[in-house]
C-alpha cells in the first residue's frame, strides 16, 4: 500500500474527510482546480442508517468527484426528470447522470462543468434521507429554489416531489458556501 502521501502524488487525490480531520482550510480542498474530491457512501451495519459523507461540498466548475461505496449498494443519481421524474434539482445546462447500482469497494466519478447547485440522491435510500448537495461555484439554478419550485409549471405534473427525509438532509446553499464542507455526524 502506498502511503497516503504517495497517493496524493500519484493520483492528485483529495480526499474531504481528512481535510476536516486535520482541521486544514477546507477551501483547500476546493483550490486546487482538475484534483479529485471523494465523497464516501456509507451505511451502519443494519442498514437503518445510511448517508453520503460529506453531504455538501462546495466544488469549482470543472472539478471531478468520485463516490466511493464503503457499506451497503448504492446509486449517485441526479435530480432530474430524466431519472424516473424527479424533481429538477441541477442546473439547466448540466448533463444529468445515474451512477446505477455501486457496491462496496466500486467507485463512480463525474466531473461538473456548469456553475451551481446539483442534487442527487441514492435510489434505494432516497425515501430514507440519503441524498446529497454540490455546488459548483455559486448558489444557483434549480438546485437553489424550494423543493415545490415548479408547482403549477406546464409539463412538471408528473415530477416526483422530493421525500421529506431528503428534504431535511441537505444542508443549505448558506452553510455550504460558508463551511466548504459539511459532514454528518454518524449514527450513536
Ligand atoms: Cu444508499
Known amino acids: 500500500m ?3 502521501r504517495e497517493f496524493l502524488r500519484a493520483g492528485g487525490i ?26 464516501h457512501m456509507k451505511s451502519d451495519l443494519m442498514g437503518s442508517h445510511v448517508w453520503f459523507d460529506p453531504v455538501g461540498l462546495l466544488i469549482k466548475p470543472g472539478q471531478t468527484v468520485r463516490w466511493v461505496c464503503v457499506e451497503n449498494v448504492h446509486t449517485v443519481t441526479a435530480y432530474h426528470p430524466s431519472n424516473g421524474k424527479h424533481s429538477l434539482r441541477i442546473p439547466e445546462k448540466a448533463v444529468p447522470w ?39 461555484a455559486k448558489p444557483s439554478g434549480p438546485g437553489a429554489l424550494p423543493f415545490d419550485y415548479y408547482k403549477g409549471k406546464p409539463g412538471t405534473e408528473d415530477w416526483l416531489p422530493v421525500p421529506s427525509a431528503a428534504q431535511e438532509t441537505f444542508p443549505s446553499p448558506e452553510r455550504i458556501m460558508k463551511e466548504r464542507i459539511v459532514r454528518i455526524d454518524p449514527p450513536k
Request: charge should be negative.
Open 98 to 136: 445515474d451512477s446505477g447500482f455501486i457496491k462496496p469497494g466500486e467507485k463512480f466519478e463525474h466531473t461538473f462543468t456548469e456553475e451551481g447547485v446539483y442534487d442527487y440522491f441514492c435510489l434505494p435510500h432516497e425515501g430514507a434521507g440519503m441524498v446529497g448537495r454540490i455546488i459548483a
Open 14 to 39: 483529495l480526499a474531504a474527510g481528512l481535510f476536516i480531520a486535520s482541521r486544514a482550510p477546507a477551501s483547500s480542498a476546493t483550490q486546487s482546480g482538475g484534483s479529485i474530491i471523494e465523497i
Open 2 to 4: 502506498p502511503s497516503r
